[in-house]
């Protein structure tokens, strides 16, 4: 899976939680949960979305990794090249 | 035979329009079933029947607007629809034929009503219910594709939803189209300023340590996939729960001057709305519920407020409220009480805070939880006691 692909995942599955928002607005390296206004149950909601759409099972200890767009498709991207070796 | 009515949903609701029915004549519903949708302020309400019975005649139609009290359907109890009852219900229009399944208790079997004729004034305008087309809007799907299961073919939300089919996200994880902000805004605003006009309330606070709650987490989720993970706000709605079922002075409602205590604790969870909305529906049970089961519904709960799918019951059946901050925000939260309950506990984010344990300065986690209360039920007193039970309760989360 590219790099692109895993973007867009996590874009389509954080646009069902925050319908609104045009992700291409949104600063890569900001707080999602600022630039989104998501709660902690929208967070594991995009968690668990994640969990099913790729597979990958983040750890609550691995969360701050993902709080940015940036940083969550870098973790994912890593995790699933790992996976796959 | 019974009549379905229009139920009030609230203390401010004067009406509300009808704009699904998900049965039809000759159904069988049984109590708790979800057998209508009504719109009001609070946005589309999936409406739940307290009886069971045979659903005799619908008589209301889709899109009116009626007051609250007005009959909506006429209902057969299972005593009447027994086949034996025939002669003492009032006489069947049409002959009864033999049930079907004998085992079953079955209503004697009535030709379905001769079929409506399509309103012929919009030319091959399809049928259906205003949910149903603003979800076939929302996916661009044209109704004239759908099979309506609904009366006289009637296109339903659940008939879109299966047209739908696993080919998109299921509709509660989308944005809530049939969400009226404003008309909430309005409902929000007549309730809190009857609150403020007519409760006296009473504010209290405590700092907690939650720094046990947070270790007990980290262990539990730890080996768990992310859908059954627990959030902190389900152990607060625990506690909560707990000590609303030992002070029952906090647990009820007060109406027409007198306080009537519920024999139920239905916890209502107030959840935000993107946009900015607010809606507290009922965690029903909430101090019988595991963690676990507390978390899924509430998962469940929240989703489903969040796109406008609330039912009944848990619109007019909470007897106390919590309200959580969550991770962001600020410390503490005084709410207003939701009439006609008695109290509402608020909780802050957790912050790491310098405390002292076993005569030593650590950083702790530290929640600050509050209390509004009814004076005209309560004293400051008790409501400490209430209080600090619930940050008793949160000092063992094993056994929450």
Redesign the interface.
């Known amino acids: 899976m590219s790099d692109i692909d895993i973007r867009t995942a996590v874009q389509e599955e954080l646009n069902n939680i925050a319908p609104e928002i045009d992700l291409a607005t949104v600063d890569p390296a900001a707080d999602l949960r600022e630039a989104l206004d998501i709660d902690s149950m929208d967070f594991l909601n995009f968690i668990t979305a994640i969990h099913h759409r790729l597979s990958v099972d983040v750890p609550e200890l691995d969360y701050p990794k993902l709080i940015t767009l940036d940083g969550a498709v870098k973790y994912l991207e890593a995790k699933l090249k790992s996976s796959t070796r | 035979m019974f009549e379905f009515r229009m139920p009030s949903l609230g203390p401010d609701m004067e009406a509300g329009t009808l704009v699904e029915w998900l049965v039809k004549p000759g159904d069988w519903v049984k109590r708790g079933d979800i057998v209508a949708v009504v719109e009001t302020q609070k946005g589309a309400i999936e409406i739940e029947i307290y009886q069971s019975g045979q659903i005799e005649q619908i008589l209301i139609d889709l899109d009116s607007k009626v007051p609250v009290g007005t009959p909506l359907a006429r209902i057969r109890t299972e005593l009447e629809a027994k086949p034996g009852a025939a002669a003492a219900a009032p006489p069947p229009i049409t002959p009864a034929a033999p049930p079907p399944v004998p085992s079953l208790v079955r209503a004697p079997v009535r030709p379905p009503p001769p079929p409506i004729a399509a309103a012929p004034g919009a030319a091959g305008r399809v049928r259906a219910s205003p949910a149903a087309r603003r979800l076939a809007e929302a996916h661009g799907i044209d109704l004239s594709t759908v099979t309506g299961s609904g009366p006289a073919g009637a296109i339903t939300y659940a008939d879109v939803e299966r047209h739908l089919g696993e080919a998109v996200?299921p509709p509660e994880?989308?944005?809530a189209l049939w969400l009226d902000l404003d008309a909430m805004r309005t409902a929000i605003a007549a309730a809190m300023a009857r609150s403020k006009r007519e409760i006296p309330h009473y504010y209290l606070e405590h700092q907690v340590d939650v720094t046990a709650c947070e270790q007990w987490l980290?262990q539990k989720?730890?080996t768990r996939?992310?859908?059954s993970?627990l959030?902190?706000?389900a152990l607060a709605i625990k506690a909560a729960g707990l000590g609303a079922r030992r002070f029952p002075a906090f647990n009820g409602f007060f109406r027409d001057n007198k306080f009537e205590p519920a024999q139920a604790v239905h916890v209502g969870v107030a959840i935000?709305i993107?946009?900015g909305g607010l809606a507290a529906p009922a965690l029903h049970d909430a101090d019988q519920l595991s963690l676990d089961e507390l978390m899924s519904r509430?998962?469940d709960l929240?989703?489903r407020t969040r796109s406008g799918r609330i039912r009944s019951s848990e619109i007019s059946d909470p007897t106390i409220t919590v309200s959580s901050l969550?991770?962001?925000g600020v410390e503490a939260l005084y709410g207003i009480i939701y009439p006609p309950q008695v109290a509402i506990v608020g909780i802050g984010k957790v912050v790491t805070r310098p405390w002292v344990v076993d005569g030593a300065i650590g950083p702790r986690s530290i929640v600050t939880l509050t209390l509004s209360a009814d004076h005209r039920v309560s004293d400051g007193h008790a409501g400490a006691l209430f209080l600090a039970e619930i940050g008793r309760l949160l000092q063992e989360p094993g056994k929450l």
Request: charged share 40%.
């Open positions: 996200a994880r989308k944005r980290t989720n730890a996939p992310p859908d993970r959030l902190i706000g935000a993107r946009g509430m998962r929240v989703q969550g991770e962001r």
